[in-house]
């Protein structure tokens, strides 16, 4: 049998095989390093026979359903080691806004965040992590807007949402200390 008609009675394309097989390859060198270029060729089989291999099943190169299973673990185990981290989606209704006062869980986080642009940032002002809305978060609210170019409301809106997402990502990248937050 053919390795590509294996492939296509499964329903998967060769392409997202060797899309896995790269990531397994990726945390751990031992396997070999795949190109997703979509056609089952020699390398493809070789790292599929690998992967046969570890998980006791028949070392033929072709991907059957046992081996698609089999090379989908070994990719979700590896997919977290390789891939980044999943990004924070902080979700804001259409036109909700935080306002002083409000009473609101992604207060703490923002509050977090300014904490940690004022280490960077000489410009921007600190506020204590208290989880509300209060005075204070607003001045450091108002002074980024500032900075930012935007009306200094002190509301936390979508559009001032992406612009601290965005220092933040910036400043912080990776959480390094030694590259990114050089402090005051």
Same mark, same amino acid.
């Given at each position: 049998?053919?390795?590509? &008609?294996?492939?296509?009675?499964?329903?998967?394309?060769?392409?997202?095989?060797?899309?896995?097989?790269?990531?397994?390859?990726?945390? &751990?060198?031992?396997?070999?390093?795949?190109?997703?270029?979509?056609?089952?060729? +020699?390398?493809?089989?070789?790292?599929?026979?690998?992967?046969?291999?570890?998980?006791?099943?028949?070392?033929?190169? %072709?991907?059957?359903?046992?081996?698609?299973?089999? %090379?989908?673990?070994?990719?979700?185990?590896?997919?977290?080691?390789?891939?980044?981290? +999943?990004?924070?989606?902080?979700?804001?209704?259409?036109?909700?806004? %935080?306002?002083?006062?409000?009473?609101?869980? !992604?207060?703490?986080?923002?509050?977090?965040?300014?904490?940690?642009?004022?280490?960077?940032?000489?410009?921007?002002?600190?506020?204590?992590?208290?989880?509300?809305?209060?005075?204070?978060?607003?001045?450091?609210?108002?002074?980024?807007? !500032?900075?930012?170019?935007?009306?200094?409301?002190?509301?936390?809106?979508?559009?001032?949402?992406?612009?601290?997402?965005?220092?933040?990502?910036?400043?912080?990248?990776?959480?390094?200390?030694?590259?990114?937050?050089?402090?005051?």
């Amino acid at each position: 049998m053919d390795p590509n &008609d294996d492939v296509r009675f499964l329903g998967r394309s060769v392409t997202s095989l060797q899309t896995m097989l790269r990531v397994i390859a990726l945390q &751990d060198p031992t396997c070999p390093l795949v190109i997703p270029d979509g056609r089952y060729g +020699a390398e493809t089989a070789r790292a599929v026979t690998v992967q046969q291999k570890r998980a006791g099943l028949p070392q033929t190169g %072709i991907t059957d359903f046992a081996t698609w299973q089999a %090379i989908c673990a070994a990719y979700q185990a590896a997919a977290v080691e390789v891939e980044p981290a +999943a990004p924070l989606d902080v979700v804001m209704d259409p036109n909700e806004v %935080i306002l002083e006062g409000s009473d609101n869980l !992604h207060v703490l986080l923002i509050q977090a965040m300014l904490h940690t642009l004022f280490e960077v940032y000489e410009n921007l002002d600190c506020c204590p992590l208290t989880g509300v809305c209060d005075e204070e978060t607003v001045s450091a609210i108002r002074r980024l807007q !500032h900075c930012c170019g935007m009306p200094e409301s002190g509301i936390l809106d979508k559009r001032l949402w992406l612009h601290l997402a965005g220092l933040y990502h910036q400043a912080v990248g990776n959480g390094d200390r030694k590259t990114h937050c050089g402090g005051r």
